[in-house]
């Protein structure tokens, strides 16, 4: 029989290695044991027999307590203590480490002279996370639209490769738990579950602007606009984000019409220096911003890449002309600073409207945009009997 045991990796599948050792043991004697344990106390536990000869388990959540000046060199001794004590642990006594961040190959190896080690995969890969959500929810009989389930993946990890799977399984159990009673889960099912991630919303409104559907966007952003703590804080960084999006769809834009090599749009673009503003009203200065005390670039090689469809996304360009991409520019540019100079909660959520029908093409002329959002000056000469 085993002596110890070391289950690393995902929670599911550590519980089920660890559900299973229960079942073996059959009758047994529990003990846990974590940060606010003794190692010496521990230590004296884990070597003695029962004295009802039961199994005895122990399972360790957190290493114990042990001085040392600091927690690396704590780590370092209980880890040496618990390596003396594997020899001595009596025959029907089991110790389990239960995902306390073990990795080091010189401890392992002494386990394995006394037990196992398990070391689950921590990640999957998105394919296989969409294949798993699709069939959990088969197993329980619920249709799904196939987008839903491509945005419930998609949310744990907008631009990778892979999820961490832990959030996965939990993820599931949320969506399981708010469609209870339901058959179908649907694209608004997902939004409502995933909304909490701001990146995930950020991101799927932006993919929606592409597709050119003005009203699941404007759905999506004012229901996220709604449930913010500060609206006008909150809409002016929304506003900032896509003048900085679109932004660099224009500049990647106008090096593929100018027909010049990826690499040498991405190079262009990379240049562009970062710049944060010091200082307040009419003391702000611009200064080039720092990051790790280089200069930092305004876009990162992975969203240069992102754009150019030089990574895992496809790229958004072919959505756009240069001329959509320079009004589009223009009228954000226009809304920010008309939000602030001073807006109402109202006329931001028009501006928002605005924005998202001149992207979305529904609206193409600069001078219409101009009527709109400078109505309030309009108004002003209007009242004054001035012509204009």
Request: aromatic share 10%; proline share 2%; charged share 30%.
């Amino acid at each position: 029989m085993n002596k110890v045991v070391v289950l690393e990796g995902n929670v599911v599948e550590c519980k089920g290695e660890l559900d299973k050792i229960k079942r073996t043991l059959a009758d047994y004697e529990l003990f846990s044991f974590d940060e606010e344990d003794d190692i010496d106390y521990v230590s004296q536990i884990i070597s003695e027999i029962s004295c009802f000869g039961q199994y005895r388990l122990f399972i360790i959540k957190r290493l114990p307590s042990i001085e040392a000046p600091d927690l690396a060199q704590a780590r370092v001794k209980v880890l040496g203590r618990f390596k003396k004590l594997f020899p001595s642990i009596p025959n029907g006594n089991l110790v389990v480490f239960k995902n306390v961040g073990l990795s080091a190959e010189s401890f392992f190896k002494e386990v394995k002279k006394y037990g196992e080690v398990h070391n689950f995969d921590k990640k999957m890969s998105k394919s296989d996370a969409k294949s798993k959500v699709r069939k959990f929810l088969e197993r329980r009989k619920i249709i799904f639209e196939p987008e839903a389930v491509d945005l419930i993946v998609d949310s744990l990890n907008i631009h990778g490769l892979d999820v961490n799977i832990d959030k996965l399984y939990i993820l599931i159990r949320k969506i399981y738990n708010y469609v209870a009673g339901k058959n179908k889960i649907t694209k608004e099912d997902a939004y409502s579950v995933c909304d909490t991630s701001k990146d995930f919303i950020i991101w799927t409104f932006y993919n929606l602007l592409d597709e050119k559907d003005p009203c699941s966007s404007l759905d999506l952003i004012t229901d996220h606009l709604e449930n913010v703590k500060n609206f006008q804080v909150e809409s002016t960084l929304l506003i900032q984000s896509m003048v900085w999006r679109y932004g660099l769809l224009l500049l990647a834009k106008q090096g593929v019409n100018e027909e010049l090599a990826k690499d040498m749009i991405a190079k262009k673009i990379s240049d562009i220096i970062k710049l944060e503003a010091k200082g307040r009203a009419w003391n702000i200065k611009m200064s080039c911003k720092l990051k790790e005390g280089k200069i930092a670039p305004e876009y990162s090689t992975n969203m240069i890449n992102s754009t150019l469809g030089m990574g895992y996304n496809k790229s958004p360009l072919p959505f756009y002309s240069f001329e959509q991409l320079l009004l589009i520019y223009y009228v954000l540019v226009k809304i920010l600073i008309k939000i602030r100079s001073g807006c109402t909660d109202a006329e931001i959520r028009i501006a928002f409207h605005i924005a998202i029908l001149a992207i979305c093409g529904k609206i193409n002329k600069k001078n219409t945009i101009d009527g709109v959002l400078e109505h309030k000056k309009a108004l002003y000469r209007r009242q004054n009997g001035r012509n204009i």
